[in-house]
């Protein structure tokens, strides 16, 4: 309980570094849009390059592992979005949420965590899930936002609004040209590794100093207060649903070792990470229940995950 704990202190830690910022008057209303931004179109693109151009394909290529917990990710974002569509939702408003309900914290809970119980191995098999959750969820999410915001001039022209948007989008381009570098052979030069590494590594810090930031203007933003319903709702499909569902495709459907249905299941199990966040304040929209599924489901988090790695087989 306690390891699980000191994980998420630093979370909480850089979102109360953001919420005094903005309190205290050092940063100004325009900062919680600013900093988003600095993530959005350079920290987060440099940090998804290097994630996808520094994997081997040995490390990334585990099918049973993708199956389970892509299958486990992709239910629920299909789940989310027939439901709240059936309820009358916005597609632009239903794909946030869905990535709320399904987008794990694989960076900053999934590696030290999955390095506790599982060693390197664990460690390979959070990068995949990262590659899931971080790239493909994410494109996915972008790509029915961008379709949904162009509905209404015709299907034709709303396509290609959509890709012309989708393929300048910063978040999309990172990935696709890491995996270039990937499958070339190429590796990347040292100074670009070392500018890489300097731009990526804000990435998640400041996300999380944006949440704080939001938060601290959330009674001041003019957002329609969110429904708790909808909040709890989401925050059960995350924590309980997805490793429920992850569970079932990894154990009884594929008969994965243990390690790997652990591991799936775990990593599933995790919080909701600040991606839809960052998305949410990007196209304000959703911001204020995206803020609170982040920081709800983190929280549970500390008792939740600590109880599942003692259900768990990690052998």
Not at 111 to 137: D, N
Request: proline share 6%; glycine share 10%.
């Amino acid at each position: 309980m306690l390891s699980t704990f000191l994980i998420v202190l630093p979370i909480f830690a850089l979102i109360f570094v953001g919420w005094m910022a903005r309190r205290t008057g050092a940063l100004g209303p325009a900062a919680t849009r600013e900093v988003n931004r600095l993530v959005v179109f350079l920290a987060l693109p440099a940090l998804l390059f290097d994630i996808v151009a520094n994997a081997t394909p040995e490390e990334i290529w585990q099918p049973g592992f993708i199956m389970a917990f892509g299958g486990g990710c992709a239910i629920i974002l299909i789940l989310t979005i027939v439901i709240r569509g059936f309820q009358g939702v916005k597609m632009e408003t239903s794909a946030i949420e869905a990535l709320n309900a399904g987008y794990a914290n694989t960076a900053y809970m999934g590696f030290p965590l999955m390095l506790s119980v599982g060693g390197e191995p664990g460690l390979k098999l959070a990068l995949i899930a990262s590659i899931i959750t971080v790239c493909i969820a994410f494109a996915i999410a972008i790509m029915l936002i961008e379709l949904s915001k162009q509905s209404g001039v015709g299907i034709g022209r709303a396509m290609l609004k959509s890709a012309k948007a989708i393929s300048t989008n910063p978040i999309v381009i990172a990935p696709t040209l890491g995996a270039i570098v990937l499958v070339s052979g190429f590796g990347v030069p040292k100074p670009a590794q070392v500018f890489l590494d300097l731009l990526g590594a804000v990435a998640s810090p400041c996300a999380l100093i944006a949440l704080g930031l939001f938060l601290a203007d959330a009674g001041e933003s003019g957002e329609a207060p969110q429904s708790k319903r909808t909040l709890a709702a989401l925050s059960v499909l995350k924590l309980a649903v997805q490793p429920l569902i992850t569970w079932v495709i990894a154990g009884p459907i594929l008969g994965l070792s243990p390690f790997l249905v652990s591991s799936a299941v775990l990593i599933a199990a995790l919080p909701t990470g600040t991606g839809p966040f960052m998305l949410a304040e990007f196209y304000g929209n959703g911001r204020r229940l995206t803020a609170h599924v982040v920081l709800i489901t983190t929280l549970i988090s500390v008792v939740s995950t600590a109880v599942l790695i003692r259900m768990l087989a990690f052998v």
